[in-house]
């Protein structure tokens, strides 16, 4: 049976420097508050649960952080204040257009006055994409908070909606992390690395609350709130999206499934479900599904602050 969220936050500890980033949450909020600006959660990447205290091992899932660390450039581009809250080992706002590049192959070494230089074929890449950086972290829109496991971002999570509450329906909630279903509690996980001289190992896993029940009735209830809804089977898609507008009572599930995620997504509403989906040309043309997604949100998020 799943424990409610209290009582999993009581079962888990409070994350190191935790304190700190929610000041930092905190103060961005407030600030942002004052210049009267949207403010948009983005949470990214994948939830390890650790198999043990000091941990060696852990279960991980499938998410890179595409989803989360594009749509945070396309909000950033519309004008919205970003927390970016994502997994360590996911990819970032910006930086995320260079990493299947090795960092050294990006430089030239300047013979001419013995320094180093960005290699001619990324130079016009690097300088756009910096251009736009350096804007939205010059005006301050950009927060980065990161996690490295379930328990930090559940805490970082319920801190921030909690802050964001403050804005009311200024805020926007988009939830695209992929998070764990299942952990180990605190108090049925061994200290030390499991040995494997013990035998084959039987696990237990223990389900985790859905968090979007009290992000929704009590941390956040008047924000702008997205939910995905991953799957791998087309049938049921669609069901478990409305079910989940019923349920948790919020505005849009944007639907997807696991093998089509980056071409096309369903953006579910209690009343409406609307395909989008990237033409041949847009694929050709590197255009990616987020600044669709992004644009129908904040045209339906327009409409849910009047
Ligand atoms: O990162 P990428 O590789 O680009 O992939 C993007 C993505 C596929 C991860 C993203 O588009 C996506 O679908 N993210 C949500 C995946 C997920 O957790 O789906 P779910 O059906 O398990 O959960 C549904 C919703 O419930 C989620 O918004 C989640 O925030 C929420 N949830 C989940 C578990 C939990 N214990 N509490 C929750 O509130």
């Not at 942002?32 to 959660?41: A, C, F, G, M, P």
Request: hydrophobic share 35%.
């Amino acid at each position: 049976m799943a424990t409610d969220s209290a009582s999993f936050f009581r079962q888990t500890s409070v994350p190191d420097k935790f304190e700190e980033r929610n000041q930092c949450i905190k103060s961005f909020v407030e600030r942002h508050k004052s210049l009267q600006n949207r403010i948009v959660l983005v949470s990214s990447g994948g939830t390890t649960v650790p198999l043990e205290s000091r941990t060696v091992r852990f279960i991980d899932n499938f998410s890179v952080g595409t989803r989360g660390s594009s749509s945070a450039e396309y909000f950033l581009d519309k004008g919205y204040a970003v927390i970016f809250l994502y997994s360590k080992k996911s990819l970032i706002p910006y930086t995320r257009h260079f990493v299947k590049i090795p960092f050294l192959d990006l430089l030239d070494s300047c013979v001419k006055n013995d320094d180093v230089c960005v290699r001619d074929e990324y130079r016009g890449e690097i300088k756009t994409v910096l251009q736009k950086y350096r804007q939205v972290t010059d005006e301050g829109r950009l927060l980065m908070v990161d996690f490295s496991n379930l328990t930090e971002y559940l805490h970082l999570l319920r801190a921030s909606s909690q802050h964001l509450n403050s804005i009311g329906p200024q805020a926007m909630l988009y939830l695209a992390a992929a998070v764990s279903d299942f952990y180990i509690p605190k108090s049925d996980m061994p200290q030390h690395k499991i040995q494997s001289s013990d035998g084959p190992l039987q696990l237990e896993l223990q389900l985790v609350p859905k968090m979007l029940e009290p992000l929704t009735r009590e941390w956040c209830p008047n924000a702008f709130t997205v939910s995905f809804k991953l799957e791998t089977d087309m049938e049921i898609l669609l069901s478990k999206a409305k079910r989940a507008l019923n349920k948790y009572n919020h505005q849009v599930v944007i639907a997807n499934l696991l093998e089509t995620r980056k071409t096309e997504v369903m953006v579910v509403t209690r009343d409406s479900d609307q395909w989008l989906r990237l033409s041949g040309e847009e694929l050709a043309s590197g255009t990616e599904i987020e600044t669709k997604i992004v644009e129908e949100l904040q045209k339906k998020h327009d409409e849910f602050r009047t």
